[in-house]
């Protein structure tokens, strides 16, 4: 029991003084480490798809903080690219996709094994795994199915959220056809990678902020229910976790799904009632603004203390209500890390 990561013994109950924690985009522009390494993979896709480097990227945070977990690196639109949607990244635009995705297109995606373009995601799985200590996680993960539709939809990244809602009203069936076969290529995706080696998986809803309850339902919760059962029914012992950001107290309609084992919580929700609302359901994962650890200082250790105390009696893993942004000093998250660990 010892050696198992405290990570997965939170997902069992276990409560700590000093809870496991880990971070969104632990990995990435704000360690000087990776900003090398990325200047000699070439493109930004190469790197995800070269296991040797992509392995490297995911334990770089884990020698430098060693935090409880480590998130496979990775991008959220690795499964249009394998769906056949050319998938670019253009330095200060970020992400384009081409062409944007009809309703023709449908029925060739539902045709397409992804798991044979992503092999190379599912051997970084494996050489990471390998590479952990027996009490370091490594969690996977995936786009939901929703946000991976709206870039889809909108050639990279959304710029007019109001543009996408609209396009669900006027052509619901197309939506909800495109949603069903992301959400079916999202389980053999995550399936894939726990088989590979990940312990847990969580999968990223940045775009659920702002929709109306009905079309919350039909294009992020009903997907999430779905992929989430169907994982734990073919590996029934691996912890779900989602991160639907912005949902508000929408975020209890995701914790009551079966297949739900953690919730994530963003900077812009009220921790007091996270903690009357999902505490004791689920796990309880994450809330400190992201800024306050480019900042550090007292506002920063305040601020963290609030979640400490607040979910001290409850399973709950430490983490930021969003991921690092590349301004981040790295010794602000080594003070945080001291801090979340000043319990042991």
């Given at each position: 029991?010892?050696?198992?990561?405290?990570?997965?013994?939170?997902?069992?109950?276990?409560?700590?003084?000093?809870p496991?924690?880990?971070?969104?985009?632990?990995?990435?522009?704000?360690?000087?480490?990776?900003?090398?390494?990325?200047?000699?993979?070439?493109?930004?896709?190469?790197?995800c798809y070269?296991?040797?480097?992509?392995?490297?990227v995911?334990?770089?945070p884990?020698?430098?903080?060693?935090l409880?977990?480590?998130?496979?690196?990775?991008?959220?639109?690795?499964?249009?690219?394998?769906?056949?949607?050319k998938?670019?990244?253009?330095?200060?635009?970020g992400?384009?996709?081409?062409?944007?995705?009809?309703?023709?297109d449908?029925?060739?995606?539902?045709?397409?094994?992804?798991r044979?373009?992503?092999?190379?995601?599912?051997?970084?799985?494996a050489?990471t795994?390998?590479?952990?200590?027996?009490?370091?996680?490594?969690?996977?993960?995936?786009?939901?199915?929703?946000?991976?539709?709206?870039?889809?939809?909108?050639?990279?990244?959304?710029?007019?959220?109001?543009?996408l809602r609209l396009r669900f009203?006027?052509?619901?069936?197309?939506?909800?056809?495109?949603?069903?076969?992301?959400?079916?290529?999202t389980?053999d995706?995550?399936?894939a990678?726990?088989?590979?080696?990940?312990?847990?998986?969580q999968?990223?809803?940045?775009?659920?902020?702002?929709l109306?309850?009905?079309?919350?339902?039909a294009?992020?919760v009903?997907?999430?229910?779905k992929i989430s059962?169907?994982?734990?029914k073919?590996?029934?012992?691996?912890?779900?976790?989602f991160?639907p950001?912005?949902?508000?107290?929408?975020?209890g309609?995701y914790?009551?799904l079966?297949?739900?084992?953690g919730?994530?919580?963003d900077?812009?929700?009220?921790?007091?009632?996270?903690?009357?609302?999902?505490?004791?359901?689920?796990?309880?994962?994450?809330?400190?603004?992201?800024?306050?650890?480019?900042?550090?200082?007292?506002?920063?250790?305040r601020?963290?203390?609030?979640?400490?105390?607040?979910?001290h009696?409850?399973?709950?893993?430490?983490?930021?209500?969003?991921?690092?942004?590349?301004?981040?000093?790295?010794?602000?998250?080594?003070?945080?890390?001291?801090?979340?660990?000043?319990?042991?």
């Amino acid at each position: 029991m010892a050696d198992k990561p405290k990570f997965l013994r939170v997902f069992e109950g276990e409560v700590f003084d000093a809870p496991p924690v880990w971070f969104m985009r632990q990995a990435g522009r704000y360690l000087p480490e990776y900003r090398e390494l990325r200047a000699k993979a070439g493109s930004f896709l190469d790197l995800c798809y070269d296991p040797d480097l992509a392995s490297e990227v995911t334990l770089q945070p884990i020698r430098r903080f060693d935090l409880d977990a480590a998130i496979l690196f990775a991008d959220i639109l690795l499964i249009p690219d394998a769906l056949g949607q050319k998938l670019t990244f253009v330095t200060g635009e970020g992400p384009q996709l081409a062409p944007l995705v009809s309703a023709n297109d449908i029925e060739r995606y539902r045709a397409c094994d992804v798991r044979e373009h992503l092999a190379p995601v599912f051997e970084t799985v494996a050489k990471t795994r390998a590479a952990l200590s027996a009490d370091k996680a490594l969690i996977g993960f995936a786009g939901a199915p929703w946000t991976v539709a709206t870039y889809m939809l909108a050639g990279g990244p959304v710029k007019d959220p109001a543009a996408l809602r609209l396009r669900f009203y006027e052509d619901r069936k197309f939506i909800e056809d495109l949603i069903d076969v992301l959400t079916e290529k999202t389980i053999d995706y995550l399936n894939a990678q726990i088989e590979a080696g990940a312990d847990a998986v969580q999968l990223f809803d940045t775009w659920a902020s702002g929709l109306p309850w009905p079309v919350l339902d039909a294009v992020s919760v009903r997907p999430l229910d779905k992929i989430s059962r169907a994982i734990k029914k073919a590996h029934p012992e691996t912890p779900v976790i989602f991160f639907p950001k912005g949902v508000g107290e929408k975020a209890g309609e995701y914790a009551l799904l079966q297949g739900c084992d953690g919730l994530g919580i963003d900077y812009a929700m009220d921790p007091s009632w996270a903690r009357a609302n999902l505490g004791g359901r689920v796990v309880v994962q994450g809330g400190l603004d992201p800024l306050l650890t480019v900042s550090g200082g007292d506002d920063m250790e305040r601020a963290a203390q609030t979640y400490l105390k607040l979910f001290h009696d409850v399973p709950y893993i430490f983490n930021l209500g969003h991921g690092f942004t590349p301004q981040t000093p790295p010794e602000n998250v080594a003070r945080l890390v001291e801090i979340v660990r000043g319990g042991e």
